[in-house]
Structures are given as C-alpha cells and as structure tokens.
C-alpha cells in the first residue's frame, strides 16, 4: 500500500519528547478515522507559533512581539536581578509563584555531555554580551538550574564563565520539599538540607 | 504574557489520544526550545496527509489513489470473502499476516455506549450497500471486531444486520494465544477456549 504521507507524518510525529512510532501511528490512524478536522487545525496552529512566537533578543524567552519580551521591556520590574533557568517551563513556574519581580535569562537546556550538549548549545554567549553592556547595573545573578546533575554542573560553569563581573551570584535552595516527609526524602536531598541548615 | 498562539497550539495536540494538557506543552516547549524546524516539518506532512489521504469508495480503508484503494482495485485478491474490522490498524495486522486474500471494510469503531459511539458513527451503511451490490458474489464474511465487550457486540449487530443476505457469517477465533501460557490466561479466554475447542 501506498500510505507514505501517513509513514512521512508517523516519522514527524515521532520526533516529538517521549513519543515512539507505534503512538505516533495512534495519533495519525485517530485523526483519519475520527477527527480528520485536527489535521488542519493542528497544522494550522503549528504554523501560527512558527510565525508569531520568537526568542526575546535579550532573555530568551518565547514571546510574540518585536524585540523584546513583556518582562523584559517592563519598567515595574528590577533589571538589577536576573534569574537564570534552564527552560520556558522553569520560568514560567517561577512566575506562578508571584514572587519574583526581576529579569530572566533563558539558556534553553543544561549541559550534559551525555545528550550531546554543550556550552555552545545553550543561550550563554548572549548572557555574557548582556552583562558586559549593562556596565555593573546588575547586582545579583539567580541561578536556578534544577538541582540535578545537570542543573549544577551548568550552575558552576555559569559562575565560572562570569567571575570577572563584580555581581553576586546565588544558587536556588534545595532541601525537603516543604509539605514533603522526611522519610520518604532520598538520601542526597536530606544531606543537602542538613549542609544548607540555617539559623532558627 | 501574549502567548495566545502557543495555548491554541497545546490545545490542538491535546485532542490526541492519551495526550493532556501537560504532555502537550512538554511537546510545544520542546520544538520552540529545541527543534524549531518540527513546526514546520510536522505542520507540512499534516497538509499532506490532509490533501493526500482518504478513504477508499468501496472498504473504508485510507488510500491516495481515488476510488478504489489497491486492495478493492486488485484483480488476484479473493472479492467474495471480505473481513470486516473495527480499525485501520486492525486491517495492517491482518495484513502483516499474509494469510488472507480477501477483500475487506474498515468499520472505524466498534459499538460504544460509554463512548457515545452508536451504529450511525459506524461505516455500516455503505456495507449493506455494498452487499446489495454485489448481488450475492459475496459468499462469506469474516467478523474480525476485537474479542473485547464492545467488539462482540459489534459483530452481533453486524450479524444481525445482514442476516437477509445469504452469506456464511464467520467471526474470528480467541483462545490462549500461540506462545502463552495457561496459567497467565485470564479466566475469560480461559473458558473461551476450552467452550471452542476442536477435533484434534
């Protein structure tokens, strides 16, 4: 049978995190038995976030105007204080908390030589060009990495790259999550909540 | 923030089977962090599939050639044996197989009260018609909707359906499957297959 645009999508599909082809081909077998309409919508939508959503030119975030983001180009916010984090999804669960009213900067990834990515891959030459124009107005640098493998590594080698800019830099805490049991807690994570104990 | 275009977008992929509104921004976020090309790569093949693709005429199953799919058009395949399946998927099964000459008719769906999916939602119509049509060339149907509550129904409302016809109305066998084992049946096929049993 001479199915090959169903084989050709089955493969787009696949690429998607965490999707195999056998899911792939229950995405594209449902749209054309019941709901051949998601193949416009979903393809038209695609489209759409190709052409309005864009990278922030300063922080990286996904946007949909020129230039730059609404965080960044807000006069309420303190430019002073960046966080660092490595995805849209971190910064956007940062933003939930409402407690933080500073600048972001997005590296898009952690390193991990494992998957293959390295410094170049993530938003990091444009941090360094940032900080360098901002001529000592930022004060202090967030870097919230996830506290994995990962996260730190591509913590230390942030702070390592921007040592020559007089600004603090500080790490998110990490430790039993609150609400969280203490036995249920892995040992590394209560480890690090006993070194990181602070003064009552 | 505006990102109107990226919540239509993770709206359209959680119409997927099995896909929430998490997995769906897990897969919006990656392209626009990662893999920026997929939008378009994926919104392509979605056109594709969308102009390319359709059912055949005759047997329900999708095609690109118009009218008849290569199955119905063939002239070494059996026409007056026709297996009837619940999907698209189930037919490529069979298929696999080689075992079967015949011809078939994709029902897209079994019989779901639960799911709201009744005989109209079913490709039944034009079965009856395509039994009319062959005016008595058709010696048998297989009934090959799966052993499961909603796919017995199905095949017993089928039967029903086209008893007027003088046709042998098969359905598929089940039974412990080939490679298993009796003690990891269920109780069910267990009972099935013992109900089933045949002269050795």
Redesign the interface.
């Known amino acids: 049978?001479?199915?090959?645009?169903?084989k050709?999508?089955v493969?787009?599909?696949s690429?998607?995190?965490?999707i195999g082809e056998r899911?792939s081909?229950?995405?594209?077998?449902?749209?054309?038995?019941?709901?051949?309409e998601?193949?416009?919508?979903?393809?038209?939508?695609?489209?759409?976030?190709?052409q309005?959503?864009r990278e922030c030119d300063r922080c990286h975030m996904?946007?949909?105007?020129e230039g730059l983001?609404?965080?960044c180009a807000s006069v309420s916010r303190d430019p002073s204080l960046i966080c660092m984090v490595a995805?849209?999804?971190d910064l956007m669960a940062i933003e939930a908390t409402n407690d933080f009213r500073g600048h972001y900067h997005v590296l898009?990834?952690v390193l991990s030589p494992m998957e293959g990515i390295g410094p170049r891959d993530l938003r990091m030459e444009s941090f360094l060009r940032r900080l360098r124009e901002s001529e000592g107005s930022v004060k202090e640098l967030i870097i919230a990495t996830p506290p994995t493998v990962e996260g730190e590594a591509t913590a230390l080698y942030v702070a390592e790259q921007i040592k020559e800019f007089s600004l603090r830099i500080t790490r998110i805490a990490s430790g039993v999550p609150v609400g969280g049991d203490l036995q249920f807690a892995d040992r590394l994570t209560l480890s690090r909540s006993l070194a990181l104990r602070r003064g009552f």
């Not at 049978?1 to 169903?6: S, V």
């Not at 996904?62 to 105007?65: E, F, I, Y």
């Open positions: 049978m001479a199915l090959d645009p169903i050709h999508l493969e787009q599909f690429k998607l995190p965490g899911t081909w229950r995405f594209v077998l449902h749209m054309l038995s019941h709901d051949r998601l193949l416009t919508s979903l393809s038209e939508a695609l489209v759409e976030v190709g309005c959503i996904v946007t949909t105007t983001c609404a965080t995805s849209i999804q898009h990834g």
